[in-house]
C-alpha cells in the first residue's frame, strides 16, 4: 500500500546514481534528513501522502551520484538513525516539547536589526519577508504573489517560536538545509509551490524554537549561505 522505504541505483556514466524514498514518523524526519546529509546524500523531497493516518507518516526523498559503496552507506546511515529514534523512544512523538507562552511579546527591532528586513507586528508576534523573481507564462512574479522566504515569530523573546518558507532555487536546497539543520531547525516540508515559473523554485517549510535573537541569527546564517550559492 505504499508504505515502503527504498532505495534504487542505477549505472550513469562511470559512476552510479541513487534515489529513494524513506517512510518516517514525524519525530524521525529531522534525525533521518540530518543522517542523510551527514553522509553525502541529497534530500530532495519532504511531503506526505495519506490524510487521517495514524500515527502520521511522511515521506522523505533522498539522492546522490558517486561511489556505490558509499551511497549505500549513506542510506544504511538513514535507516539507522530512525531505529535509533524508535529505540530510545517507542512510540512516535505527538507534539514537539516546551509550550509557548502567550501572549506574544516579540521585540521587533531585534529581529529588524538582525536579518536587515522591516518586519510586520501583529498582538506581539513579527513577520519578516524577502522577495524572489519569477516569471509565469511571461508574467513577473514576486513578494506579493508568495515568491518570497519568510519567517513568523511568536512567544517571548526567551521562550520563542519561529516558522515560515524558504524560496529556493534548486542548487540552492542542499545548502539552505544543511544549514538549518546545523542550526537545530526542523524541517517539515519541501515541495514546489507552482509549475512552469522560470526560474523553478523549491519551498522550504521549518518550524524551530529557543531564544528570538537566537532564531533570527539562525536565519540570517541560512540567508548568507543560501546567497553564496553560485
Known amino acids: 500500500m505504499g508504505l515502503t522505504s527504498w532505495a534504487a541505483f542505477t549505472p550513469m556514466g562511470g559512476s552510479p546514481m541513487m534515489m529513494g524514498d524513506t517512510v518516517l514518523f514525524e519525530d524521525e524526519v529531522n534525525p533521518a534528513m540530518s543522517a542523510a546529509l551527514e553522509a ?29 559503496r558509499q551511497l549505500a552507506t549513506g542510506v544504511k546511515a538513514v535507516y539507522d538513525r530512525v531505529a535509533q529514534v524508535r529505540a530510545s523512544q517507542p512510540k512516535p512523538a505527538k507534539a ?22 522591516k518586519p510586520q507586528v501583529k498582538d506581539g508576534m ?38 515560515g518558507d524558504f524560496a529556493m532555487r534548486e542548487e540552492e536546497l542542499q545548502t539552505v538545509l544543511k544549514v538549518l539543520r546545523r542550526e537545530g531547525i526542523n524541517i517539515v516540508a519541501i515541495h514546489n509551490h ?6 523553478r523554485y523549491v519551498f522550504l517549510h521549518y518550524w524551530g524554537k529557543g531564544k528570538a535573537a537566537e532564531l533570527a541569527q539562525s536565519l540570517k546564517r541560512t540567508l548568507d549561505a543560501q546567497k553564496a550559492v553560485k
Not at 141 to 162: C, I, K, L, Q, S
Request: aromatic fraction near 10%; charge should be negative.
Open 40 to 68: 553525502g546524500l541529497e534530500v530532495t523531497a519532504l511531503h506526505n501522502h495519506f490524510f487521517f493516518d495514524q500515527p502520521k507518516v511522511y515521506f522523505m526523498h533522498i539522492g546522490g551520484m558517486g561511489d556505490a
Open 194 to 199: 507552482m509549475t512552469h515559473e522560470e526560474p
Open 126 to 163: 513579527v513577520k519578516v519577508s524577502f522577495g524572489r523573481e519569477a516569471k509565469m507564462y511571461g508574467t513577473p512574479v514576486g513578494n506579493e504573489m508568495g515568491v518570497n522566504t519568510w519567517a513568523a515569530f511568536a512567544g517571548t523573546d526567551e521562550r520563542a517560536v519561529v516558522d
Open 96 to 117: 514537539f516539547g516546551g509550550s509557548i507562552p502567550t501572549p506574544s511579546s516579540i521585540t521587533a527591532a531585534r529581529i529588524e536589526e538582525i536579518l536587515g528586513a
